[in-house]
């Protein structure tokens, strides 16, 4: 795997880091004037860059950019409920690196985190470590909402609920855009299911034994890949 540098915008074929990307690429790769990197910024392009300045902020000249080819077939949306940070942190990684296009925080009845914008900001910023990790050049979207709005979600809904017994339920995919609500560390309360239901989500198991947030929303979205 190559280094992979994040950069924020392109101006006029010039990139440049900010300090931290800038420390990697000089300090700890000892890079050069003119050495070539792959950097992104989000696009879906994967770019080819020539080092121009050695600086704490250094700048590069875009060579090439090609589309990335690791892209998924499936649009996945996760609606996670507040879960503490080290579990958060771990399941924005790991879906970073499944492909998940978008990922809604939302405040559910048994959640005992909270999440604010600069918690968000951090999250991101792990969010943009993992791209860099699995060679993704597009990063999901975070968003954050004090309740899930269902009517926002656009194609199928599956719900991950300890209570649903049969494991090989099917799961019908009619679109290419799939939602995938996972819920905190105490679970859903009975009036939340309900609600869910009524918005037509579809329950599913994610297997016989209760599974900590972040893996379960790594089975949910691998579940649902096997039926794309």
């Known amino acids: 795997m190559d ?27 000892r890079a050069k004037i003119n050495d070539v990197v792959t950097g992104f910024c989000g696009d879906g392009y994967d770019y080819k860059l020539s080092i121009l300045t050695a600086e704490k902020n250094c700048s590069l000249k875009v060579i090439d950019k090609v589309l990335n080819t690791k892209i998924e077939d499936l649009s996945i949306t996760v609606c996670l409920a507040y879960i503490k940070n080290d579990a958060l942190t771990e399941a924005v990684e790991n879906l970073t690196a499944l492909g998940v296009n978008k990922i809604i925080l939302f405040s559910s009845k048994y959640s005992v985190a909270k999440i604010d914008d600069d918690k968000k900001e951090k999250l991101i ?3 943009i470590q993992s791209c860099k990790q699995c060679e993704r050049a597009t990063i999901p979207v975070i968003e954050i909402q004090k309740n899930l709005d269902l009517k926002t979600l656009k194609g199928d809904i599956y719900l991950a609920y300890e209570n649903e017994t049969n494991f090989s339920k099917q799961i019908n995919l009619s679109s290419n855009k799939v ?37 379960a929303s790594v089975v949910g979205v691998c579940r649902l890949k096997e039926h794309k």
């Open 3 to 29: 280094d992979r540098y994040f950069f924020d915008k392109e101006i006029n074929g010039i990139v440049v880091l900010d300090k931290n990307e800038s420390s990697h690429l000089l300090k700890v790769r």
């Open 125 to 127: 910023h792990v969010a």
């Open 179 to 215: 939602n995938l609500i996972i819920g905190p560390e105490g679970g859903f309360s009975i009036e939340e299911v309900e609600y869910f239901k009524k918005h037509n989500a579809n329950l599913i198991s994610l297997g016989k034994t209760i599974l900590r947030a972040p893996l």
